[in-house]
């Protein structure tokens, strides 16, 4: 393999700029890193893990990891894939710091970043609420050359950064379309979220939204919330069923409230002639569709989206691999109860 003193000459430079370049330590002229960057990616270079860990052991890199709704089931795979690998990587120096907050806070995110700034962490993994002060407060960590993974939810910014999740507006689209494929004859749908400013629930319901409206006799008829609370999406759906009693299809495109939903439908006696889509394979949404109350629900991966996640921020910050990608999605796949 190529060593670092032979870029160097290849490259017209010092040993101690493509050092630098490595580490992601000092100032380059972009010119001059381009062209170390291709030269490393053209031989397949890859900085010794074990050699780096010797520095990165005494520099002590730290993750900062903002999960917040931390609560819901959605996120346990999450955090738990998380922890697993975060456990694998210390050996090699990478420290972690953990703000798990509940509920979705904006003024609760900009503290857990703020806090972690404070302690020096290098790099962040957040599930990014949608709000100015949130997007700014993110915005202001890429300034200074603090390395942002947004985990699930993208951030609305232009800025560099990674986004670890799934496509959320194909996730809307097939929803829909598989909706349409369940239900025979005319469709009459509610679609129930969160109401959270969270960026891909609304591309999910915009997809959902656009691809339902395509297809003949089929009518968005109602869009209600349930702020991830089971009490809340019991009686956001009582009241749209008894609005809207022409409804005959639910699209659950938040798993939060899962368990209210399917309560209200079986309360009103509508399990068997209502078609029902969810998002997750939460504990919640796998009883509903061993009790036929779910058709079939939509599965993003979240075990893997934890994994690679930290395996992006350890590669930055140990194996000083920059991302090959801004965008890491994973597959929208369509579950039903013979495939769980």
Known sequence: ???????????????????????????????????????MAEFGYRPNPAARALVSQKQGPIVGIIISASEIQFFSPVIDALRKTAAYYERFGLRTEWRLLTGYSAADQCTAIADLRKLGASAIIITPISEPDVIRTIEDCI??????????????????????????????????????????????????????????????????????????????????????????AYESTLQSLDAHPEINAFFIATSGGTHGVCKALAKM???????????????????????????????????RQGQIAMQIAYDQLISGISPSRSKYLMKNEIRILENL
């Open 269 to 303: 006696g509508r399990t068997e002639d209502i078609t029902v889509v969810s998002f997750d394979i939460t504990p919640a949404v796998r009883s509903a569709m061993q009790s036929g109350i779910i058709d079939a629900a939509i599965y993003q991966h979240p075990r």
């Open 1 to 39: 393999m190529i060593t670092i003193k032979q870029i160097a000459e290849l490259c017209g430079v010092s040993r101690g700029t493509v050092d630098r370049v490595i580490n992601g330590r000092g100032k380059v002229k972009e010119e001059k890193r381009a062209r170390i960057l291709k030269t």
């Open 143 to 232: 300034h200074n050359e603090i390395f942002v993974i947004a985990l699930n939810n993208d951030v609305a910014s232009n800025l560099p950064h990674v986004y670890v999740g799934s496509d959320y507006a194909e996730g809307g689209r097939t929803a829909a379309a598989l909706l349409r494929k369940l239900h025979a004859g005319s469709v009459h749908a509610v679609a129930i979220y969160s109401g959270v400013r969270i960026l891909g629930h609304i591309h999910r319901i915009e997809g959902f939204r656009t691809r339902l409206s395509v297809e003949p006799d089929c009518v968005l008829t109602d869009v209600t919330t349930h702020f991830d609370d089971d009490i809340q």
